[in-house]
Structure formats: structure tokens, C-alpha cells
């Protein structure tokens, strides 16, 4: 049976907890788990840290979790394109409140005009997890608050470091 791929594309800017959690469930779903850092600019605020960095985050963060079936790449194209270029089957999303749905409805309906064979599949965050977005986490290290049980370690440093410059 060929190998069963997933891509779970993100800005990961940075990676927290919560998207650990999606990544771990989804590498149990899965054979082999592609995590997509994207590099193009797709919110209006510039990212804190370029995609290398982001990309270097995730791997060091997934080496920690010890999950073996999950690798990180960095893509710039459109997101179906990227998924048929690894030959995934499927594109991951994780979920938190339903002020994602819309966007992801929308998000659904133009991946499935672009490419019907890739399936969305969308995981829910689990509770612990479900108010936890990047842009809240950098805001909050931007004021010195502690989000050191949002992200993991090295992310916490990475944050704490960039911000005070
Ligand atoms: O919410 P995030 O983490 O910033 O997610 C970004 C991403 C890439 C998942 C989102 O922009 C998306 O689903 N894009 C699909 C549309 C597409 O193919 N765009 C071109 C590359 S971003």
C-alpha cells in the first residue's frame, strides 16, 4: 500500500504548543507527516522570524516530541501545488473555535475547485490548547507576559531574545 502523506501547512510564526498537538495527532493518522512553513506573506503584519528560523523552531521542537514520520519544509506556491508535489493525499488544519470556520469553509471550497483529490481534514484543538494562537503569544511576550506554558522552551528563548532587540 503506498504510503499515506499529509501536509499541514501554517505560518508557524512561531510554533506553539497547540500546534504541537495537531501535529502529534496528526502524525498518528498518517505514515508521514509534511509540515509546510510558508513563506510568503499571507498576514498583513510582517512575521517576527523569516521562515528558516520558523522552519529550525519546528524541527527542534518535533525532535524533542520524538515524532520520526514528521519533516519540515519551507514552500512559497500554492498550497495544492505544494501538497501534489509531495504527494499527499491530504491537507491538515487544525481548528480552535469556530471564528476559524469561515475562513477555513472558504479556504476548503477554493483547495477543492484547485485539486478534488487532496482532502482536507481538520483536527480539533484540544481544549488545553483551543485559545492559543501565535499572534496572542507575541503580543503577550511583547509585554513581558510569561508564555512559557504556550510554547515550547526554545521558543519561549527565541521570543524573549528577538523581542528585546
Ligand atoms: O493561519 P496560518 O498559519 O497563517 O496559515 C497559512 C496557510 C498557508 C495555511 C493559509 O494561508 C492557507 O490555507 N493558504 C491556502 C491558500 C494558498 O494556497 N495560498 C498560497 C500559499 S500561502
Redesign the pocket.
Known amino acids: 500500500m503506498p504510503e499515506r502523506i499529509a501536509v499541514c ?5 512561531p510554533v506553539t504548543n497547540g500546534h504541537l498537538d495537531v501535529i502529534g495527532r496528526a502524525a498518528r493518522l498518517f505514515d508521514k507527516v509534511i509540515i ?1 512553513v ?1 513563506d ?1 506573506q ?2 498583513k503584519q510582517a512575521p517576527l522570524f523569516t521562515a528558516k528560523e520558523r522552519k529550525r523552531m519546528l524541527e527542534q521542537a518535533l525532535e524533542a516530541n520524538g515524532h520520526d514520520n514528521v519533516v519540515v519544509q519551507v ?8 501538497a501534489r508535489e509531495n504527494e499527499a493525499i491530504a ?1 491538515i ?1 487544525g481548528l480552535r473555535a469556530i471564528s476559524d470556520f469561515e ?2 469553509f472558504e ?1 476548503n471550497q ?2 477543492r475547485k ?1 485539486d478534488d483529490t487532496i482532502e482536507s481534514v481538520y483536527i480539533f484543538a484540544s481544549s488545553e490548547y483551543s485559545f492559543i494562537r ?1 499572534t496572542g503569544v507575541k503580543e503577550m511576550a511583547t509585554f513581558g507576559g510569561d508564555v512559557s506554558n504556550l510554547v515550547p522552551p526554545l521558543v519561549a528563548e527565541a521570543l524573549a531574545e528577538r523581542l528585546r532587540k
Open positions: 501547512p501554517g505560518s508557524y510564526d509546510g510558508v510568503v499571507v498576514r514552500f512559497s506556491n500554492l498550497l495544492v501545488d505544494f491537507i488544519k475562513y477555513e479556504m477554493l483547495n484547485l501565535s
